[in-house]
């Protein structure tokens, strides 16, 4: 292939492709010379370790699916070959039973060896607990004991395809010294755990203990160690746990999974909108629905609030399930924007079920259900709002509309509020475009049927 000469201005770094006695753009006289342009041809060939991207192999990792489909949902798709997960969460919330849980599918499903390691409980009380939530079967083993090296001899040549580890705080290596739980011996447990799963192409989980602010005991490199950190946790004294990732390096981190803890183990919930929803269609003042998103899943959450008369200068503003500073802010939008006094009452806000919002599609429902309870006027049932809110008073498109609306249809709502820049129909659903907060108020409280 020819190229073109170009020549650069030694003084003001103009580039030309004609070469002139005079720099066409500083006016300098015999400043332009040859420019050396940086051969572009695979420089890969001499630089040591550096790949072009697009010529590497991009092909989606395997995936072995637990069975578990609220857990595989989480995982991206399942678990990676070679990849390892930390799952973290209160003592007692179900870990090892959602893990022993996880390995006998396994087991199940693929017919080959899959090991439990368990530096916590006995031979006895696994075994019960196996039998209790039905999943014990005779690819199952049992590693019981603290030393991860005499544990992991046992996966030498491959012969499991999956390996658990409960947990990374109980166990010891012979390489590091110490107590189980320092420092030191996670991390050093934890690689030892990491490097067993690349060599043989096996996934592996390892069980975590948090501290009380919520981290997962160990050192900070134990996250960044592992491809995938998983949360497992429960909301006040319900039997309902809630797995979410923190990181995954094979997924996304915004799905959510959800269990019930039952006599037989952990059953997954599929219908998820249930659980934040008493399906009371009795009309009561300050109450509005909406659908909200958790990842992929479509949620309905029920926002209530309450107006009491004030005594005091400055009103109270009490919020659970929606961060105050939103409250505060879309109180104030509805003072300026709607010619509805707030002043005169404290207001309390709160979102059923322990559910927390943050997803902005909730503001146009919590303003409704600020608004609702100010006039002390039911909002019209069957009805769910679903848009954010400006400052300017103005409403916003949500995303994935179409998601919320057929979970609308699928729980029976017959219309929909949402923003005038909606571009959707739903069959079944009557759609009503907002474009300003004022008017989405007024109309809907006053033509409550
Ligand atoms: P566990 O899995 O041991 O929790 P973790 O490993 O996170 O500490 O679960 C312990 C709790 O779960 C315990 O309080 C009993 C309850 N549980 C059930 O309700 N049903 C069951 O089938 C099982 C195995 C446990
Ligand atoms: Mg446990």
Redesign the pocket.
């Known amino acids: 292939m020819s190229r073109i000469t170009k020549y650069i201005c030694t003084e003001c770094g103009h580039v030309t492709t004609t070469k002139t006695g005079k720099c066409p753009a500083c006016n300098s006289w015999g400043t332009l010379e040859i420019l050396q342009e940086t051969k572009t041809d695979s420089p890969s060939q001499n630089l040591p370790g550096v790949k072009i991207i697009s010529a590497l192999d991009v092909k989606a990792p395997p995936r072995i699916a637990t069975g578990i489909d609220e857990l595989d949902r989480v995982l991206g798709g399942g678990l990676v070959p070679g990849g390892v997960v930390l799952i973290g969460?209160?003592?007692?919330?179900?870990?090892?039973?959602?893990l022993?849980q996880a390995a006998g599918s396994v087991a199940k499903i693929y017919g080959k060896p899959v090991l439990y390691i368990s530096g916590?409980e006995s031979d006895a009380q696994i075994a019960l607990?196996a039998s209790?939530?039905n999943t014990a079967n005779d690819k199952l083993y049992l590693y019981s004991g603290a030393n991860i090296d005499d544990a992991l001899r046992n996966v030498e040549g491959g012969k499991f395809s999956f390996l658990v580890l409960?947990?990374v705080q109980a166990m010891t290596t012979g390489n590091d010294s110490g107590w189980p739980g320092t420092v030191t011996q996670v991390r050093a447990v934890a690689q030892r755990v990491v490097d067993t799963a690349r060599q043989y192409m096996i996934p592996a989980v390892v069980?975590g203990h948090i501290t009380k602010d919520g981290k997962i005991a160990g050192p900070m490199m134990l996250e960044h160690m592992v491809d995938t950190v998983l949360n497992?946790s429960g909301e006040g004294y319900s039997?309902y746990r809630m797995l979410r990732a923190v990181k995954n390096r094979y997924g996304s981190t915004d799905e959510l999974g959800v269990f019930e803890?039952?006599?037989?183990?952990?059953s997954p919930v599929s219908d998820k909108s249930g659980l934040y929803w008493n399906r009371d269609d009795s009309a009561v003042a300050g109450v509005a629905m909406t659908i909200a998103l958790e990842g992929s899943t479509p949620l309905a959450a029920e926002i209530q609030t309450l107006a009491t008369r004030t005594i005091f200068p400055y009103p109270r503003r009490t919020s659970r399930g929606i961060e105050l500073n939103r409250f505060q802010l879309l109180t104030a939008v509805i003072d300026r924007r709607c010619s509805i006094s707030t002043n005169n009452h404290d207001l309390y806000i709160n979102v059923a079920g322990g559910l927390s919002l943050q997803d902005p599609s909730a503001d146009l429902p919590a303003c409704a259900a600020i608004a609702s309870a100010l006039k002390n006027v039911p909002l019209a049932a069957g009805t769910c709002w679903l848009g954010e809110v400006g400052l300017a008073g103005e409403v916003r498109p949500v995303t994935r509309i179409d998601l919320r609306l057929k979970e609308a249809a699928r729980l029976g709502f017959h219309t929909a509020v949402v923003s005038s820049r909606e571009n959707v129909k739903f069959d079944g659903i009557k759609i009503v475009r907002v474009t300003h907060i004022d008017g989405a108020l007024a109309g809907m409280i006053t033509t409550r049927n």
């Open positions: 969460g209160q003592p007692g919330i179900g870990k090892s039973t959602l022993l916590e607990r209790r939530i409960d947990s069980i497992f039997s803890m039952t006599e037989g183990g952990l």
